[in-house]
């Protein structure tokens, strides 16, 4: 199948009234209230992927014996589209995102999914729920890809059949309207990602092997799970579904370098992009919890498709509550946040082409 394969419709309810879309799409938590339709595709061994459809979004049978339920092989993305002044909706760095998924599919031995075909998926869903991309400062409409294991077998080895589904959502920043600091959590026992394992893929397992550590920190009063390293549990990593950047007191912006161990986050690489334009110094370099923690670190944040980029306004452990800075947005952080969002809102000039129109 190629990118200007024709998708089938399959037949759905009437489309909704768009005052119900516009209010369905006010203030719903993120990823509680999706579009219309979904589209899906086949993969299977001699014939790559096929069956290309647009389906109304609804209920879905798999069989019981599903592989990519009972093993783990499942990789997804996240991005979002943006409504441009002009009306049309564009995405964020879509060429990038595919790659991801791709990279991720290879890690867990499952069919990459082409480029061509990626955007060709995005722009089908977009021809039939483009009036979900909502209108307005930092709302955007969020695309979910998934790949999965779909063949019906317990065979422990990597599925023979495959398939697609890309599903969507209206959305604000996933912490609020509000730019308030969040806090994070350091686990004590808890790892995310160990050297040669999978913490460089968007795989589903991740984010799983994660919520027992996101309970803890929900019961310190965090938003989020601050990872170390799994091997000495002293350096930083990222967060539960974010990266991370600290400002020294001298300006110099931080994150962490990639491992390996976390993910390539394609708002990292916009920030520092940013960043560096913006003539700040910029460095990948590891860095310890404790000098994370010291007086010398002015501003943390979070960022990510989903968080933008959110201040970091303390780091709590089971040694106790930092505060970063004097708790609230430092200016780097706001800065930064205000570049990357007049960007994704067409507000600014796109020189790097980050935008895509569909
Ligand atoms: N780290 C993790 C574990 C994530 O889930 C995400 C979100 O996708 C990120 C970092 C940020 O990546 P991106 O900026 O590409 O969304
Ligand atoms: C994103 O930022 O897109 C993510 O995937 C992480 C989110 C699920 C919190």
């Known amino acids: 199948m190629t990118a200007t ?18 209010e369905r799409s006010a203030d719903a938590p993120f990823g509680t209230v999706f579009t219309e339709h979904v589209v899906t595709l086949r993969w299977t061994p001699g014939r790559g992927w096929h069956d290309g459809t647009v389906c109304p979004h609804t209920t879905m049978t798999v069989p019981v014996a599903l592989a990519g339920l009972h093993y783990g092989q499942v990789v997804f993305e996240g991005l979002k589209v943006y409504r441009q002044p002009d009306g049309v909706p564009a ?125 803890e920190a929900a019961e310190h009063g965090c938003r989020q799970v601050l990872w170390l390293d799994a091997a000495e549990h002293r350096f930083v990593e990222e967060l539960g579904g974010m990266n991370v950047f600290w400002v020294t007191e001298d300006g110099t912006l931080g994150t962490p370098p990639l491992t390996g161990t976390l993910l390539p986050g394609i708002t990292r690489d916009s920030i520092l992009t940013l960043a560096s334009r913006a003539g700040l110094r910029t460095e990948q370099r590891p860095i310890t919890l404790n000098e994370l923690c010291s007086p010398a670190t002015t501003e943390v944040f979070a960022c990510g498709t989903a968080a933008v980029a959110t201040p ?10 930092w505060p970063v800075g004097d708790g609230r947005a430092g200016p780097v952080t706001t800065g930064l946040r205000e570049a990357l969002t007049a960007i994704h809102h067409g507000q600014a000039p796109d020189p790097d082409k980050w935008l895509l129109r569909l």
Do not use: M
């Open 5 to 22: 394969t024709t998708w089938a419709h399959l037949p759905g309810p009437d489309p909704l009234p768009d005052a119900q879309v516009r």
């Open 91 to 215: 995405g964020f760095r879509v060429a990038d995102h595919a790659r991801r998924f791709a990279a991720s599919a290879r890690r867990l031995e499952i069919p990459e999914l082409p480029g061509e075909l990626f955007e060709s998926a995005i722009r089908a869903l977009l021809a039939v729920d483009g009036r979900w991309v909502p209108e307005g400062e930092s709302r955007a409409l969020y695309l979910r890809p998934t790949l999965y294991g779909a063949e019906a077998t317990l065979a422990l080895r990597p599925a023979r059949e495959y398939a697609f589904q890309l599903l969507a959502f209206p959305t604000e920043a996933f912490f609020g309207r509000a730019v308030e600091p969040i806090h994070v959590w350091v686990p004590a026992h808890y790892s995310r990602a160990a050297p040669g394992g999978t913490g460089e893929a968007k795989c589903a397992g991740n984010y799983a092997a994660g919520f027992a550590a996101q309970r």
């Open 312 to 321: 970091v306004g303390a780091i709590v452990s089971t040694h106790g509550r």
